[in-house]
C-alpha cells in the first residue's frame, strides 16, 4: 500500500519560512517523480513544484519561483519543499504526489499517488 505523508505547515507570519517533508512508502521511491500542490478554500489544486526521479531537474510555478526550492533525499524516501519569503495568498493545504512517467509536471492527471495535505497557513 503506497502512503505519501506531508509534514511541517503550520502558521507563519508573511516573510517567514516552513520546510515542508513528505515521506514515501510502499513504492520504490527512487522510479517516481514527485511533486507539490497546493489548493486554497475555492480554489483547484495547482501546481506548485516538481522534481525528476533522480533529482537532476526541478520546476516551478511561476508565483513560487526564487522564492521555494524543491529537492529530494531518495536514500530517506524523502521530498521537501522549502518556502521562503511567504506571503498571505501562499496560504493552502499543500500535497505531495508520486508521478511513475509523463511529459507534464505541473499536470495532476499524470500523478498516481498523492498525501492527504498539510495546512500552510500565512498571516499578513
Known amino acids: 500500500q503506497v502512503q505519501l505523508v506531508e509534514s511541517g505547515g503550520g502558521l507563519v507570519q508573511a516573510g517567514g519560512s516552513l520546510r515542508l517533508s513528505c515521506v514515501a512508502s510502499?513504492?520504490?521511491?527512487?522510479?517516481?517523480?514527485m511533486g507539490w500542490f497546493r489548493q486554497a478554500p475555492g480554489k483547484e489544486r495547482e501546481f506548485v513544484a516538481g522534481?525528476?526521479?533522480?533529482?537532476?531537474?526541478?520546476y516551478y510555478a511561476d508565483s513560487v519561483k526564487d522564492r521555494f526550492t524543491i529537492s529530494r533525499d531518495n536514500a530517506k524516501d524523502t521530498v521537501y519543499l522549502q518556502m521562503s519569503s511567504l506571503k498571505p495568498e501562499d496560504t493552502a493545504v499543500y500535497y505531495c504526489?508520486?508521478?511513475?512517467?509523463?511529459?507534464?509536471?505541473?499536470?495532476?492527471?499524470?500523478?498516481?499517488?498523492w498525501g492527504q495535505g498539510t495546512q500552510v497557513t500565512v498571516s499578513s
Open positions: 510502499g513504492l520504490t521511491f527512487g522510479w517516481y517523480a
Open positions: 522534481i525528476s526521479w533522480s533529482g537532476g531537474s526541478t
Open positions: 504526489a508520486a508521478r511513475f512517467r509523463g511529459q507534464d509536471m505541473a499536470h495532476r492527471a499524470q500523478y498516481d499517488f
